[in-house]
């Protein structure tokens, strides 16, 4: 199921209407859970807290080093090679140059549980 979500951003993004699945997990959501846990702090500290840790990983995968937090995952990049493809509305050939992208992998500890919850 999808839920429309406004874009409050600025420039040509502004009136765009972005699906959003349901059951995802925005950042606020993410503070406002942490912030239940831990109740003697603000949810703007945590929310700030939140911001440090993703803009950490952020300059690290900039830097080309992989973040790995255990129990969860890692995070790397890796580079896509370039390719020649057809456009299937004109027929024309392009050429799609090399690019970086962002590879999650699972921790096994996560990975066990997600198996073990598809086989209930």
Do not use: W
């Amino acid at each position: 199921m999808y839920a429309s979500l406004r874009c409050q951003g600025a420039g040509r993004f502004r009136s765009a209407t972005f699906l959003v699945k349901e059951n995802s997990m925005l950042k606020r959501e993410l503070v406002d859970s942490v912030s239940q846990q831990l109740g003697d702090y603000y949810k703007q500290d945590i929310a700030l807290a939140v911001d440090l840790i993703l803009e950490e990983m952020a300059s690290a995968l900039i830097a080309g080093r992989r973040v790995e937090i255990r129990n969860f995952g890692s995070f790397s990049v890796r580079t896509r090679r370039p390719r020649t493809t057809k456009n299937p509305k004109t027929g024309n050939m392009m050429h799609i140059p090399a690019r970086k992208t962002l590879h999650f992998t699972m921790g096994k500890s996560l990975k066990e549980v997600l198996i073990q919850q598809d086989k209930d």
